[in-house]
């Protein structure tokens, strides 16, 4: 369009020039001279004449052209949209700016306000609970100081009455305790009297029983141990003939079993040979005591040192003394293998025998020689 303007501006410009010259040259050489007309006339004549021209010569144009103004047009018209569009966008957006930035700085103002309000509550409320503080410890300390005042007081008053009472008291005790030990001085020196006339009585009488007591005890113990040495004699007697024949009755272990290899046989063969046996001067390993007052005790014979028979017995079998270089007779009965565990390294035995191989034995009889 702006295109269009110009080549019609210029046609115009063009035509008034040259109808001026025209003008000029049929003055100067022909002598004609046009009276009626004006400058102004020639120039609208010629404007005319040009927009005719131009009008003649945009509808005579060709289809190319056509298009390319089209074209020409549509372009500038979308630029003019894009334009307008993007002044309008950054209108709408520097005042959705200035809205945002309006309402922040609001909202902002609006948050330092009510914090302002709520540090100035806060400071009223803490000054008035300082304040409320101050009045209630005041009144405090000053009802403290009146009961302070009041119990030292009743204090003073109950010790002054205590003080009167115990020396009133004290006074009373006193004549009572007077009147009392005269009382009881004169009680005393009647029992005194009463009680060295009846110990008097009570000695000669004892002495008498004592006398006669002694003679009839003297005589029952001499019958006594003349019945006891009797007694002792037969029991002797009797003791030894059975341990004759116990030891009669039980075989030594030694001629039944080898003691290297008495611990790998099986349980059956034991009970079945082991059956009043005796352990004749077996030698001590080692030994314990439980909780139950019963020994735990390891002996093994003399030619076979790691093979081990376990005895367990009470006061009610033997109440002697055991040591390690005591030698140890047993007449019983083997009951098994077994194992040294956790019982008998409880009650003494040493910690390197866990777990050995060792023999039961049921103990009938049992002599210790230390």
């Given amino acids: 369009m702006i295109y269009d303007i110009s080549i019609i501006i210029m046609l115009a410009l063009f035509l008034l020039s040259f109808v001026v010259f025209v003008r000029w040259i049929l003055k100067k050489i022909f002598g004609f001279n046009i009276h009626n007309l004006s400058c102004i006339r020639v120039a609208f004549i010629s404007l005319l004449s040009g927009v005719l021209i131009v009008g003649l010569g945009y509808q005579l144009r060709t289809s190319d052209q056509k298009r390319i103004d089209e074209q020409n047009e549509s372009k500038v018209a979308l630029e003019s949209k894009k334009k307008t569009k993007a002044k309008s966008e950054s209108k709408a957006a520097s005042e959705s700016k200035k809205r945002a930035r309006a309402k922040s700085e609001s909202k902002a103002a609006s948050e330092s306000k009510k914090r302002a309000r709520a540090k100035s509550e806060s400071k009223v409320a803490l000054e008035s609970k300082k304040r409320a503080r101050a009045k209630s410890e005041s009144k405090a300390a000053l009802e403290s100081k009146k009961r302070a005042r009041a119990k030292s007081e009743s204090k003073a008053a109950l010790e002054s009455k205590k003080r009167a009472r115990a020396k009133s008291e004290s006074k009373a005790a006193s004549e009572s305790k007077k009147r009392a030990r005269a009382k009881s001085e004169s009680k005393t020196a009647s029992e005194s009297k009463k009680r060295a006339r009846a110990k008097s009585e009570s000695k000669a009488a004892l002495e008498s029983k004592k006398r006669a007591r002694a003679k009839s005890e003297s005589k029952a113990a001499s019958e006594n141990k003349k019945r006891a040495r009797a007694k002792s004699k037969s029991e002797v007697s009797s003791a030894k003939k059975k341990k004759k024949q116990h030891s009669d009755t039980y075989q030594n272990i030694e001629t039944i079993f080898n003691m290297h290899t008495i611990k790998y046989l099986s349980n059956r063969r034991i009970f079945n040979k082991g059956s009043a046996v005796a352990l004749r001067d077996f030698k001590v390993i080692d030994f314990g005591a439980d909780k139950m007052k019963q020994y735990h005790v390891l002996i093994a014979p003399k030619n076979a040192s790691k093979t081990y028979f376990l005895l367990v017995f009470g006061d009610n079998i033997y109440k002697g003394r055991i040591t ?26 040493a910690q390197r025998y866990l777990g050995k191989r060792d023999i039961l034995v049921l103990i009938d009889r049992i002599q210790v020689k230390n």
Avoid: E, M
């Avoid at 005591?326 to 019982?343: A, E, M, P, Q, Y």
């Fill in 324 to 349: 390690y270089s005591s030698k140890i007779t047993v007449l019983g009965s083997l009951n098994g293998k077994s194992r040294v565990n956790d019982s008998q390294i409880n009650s003494g035995i």
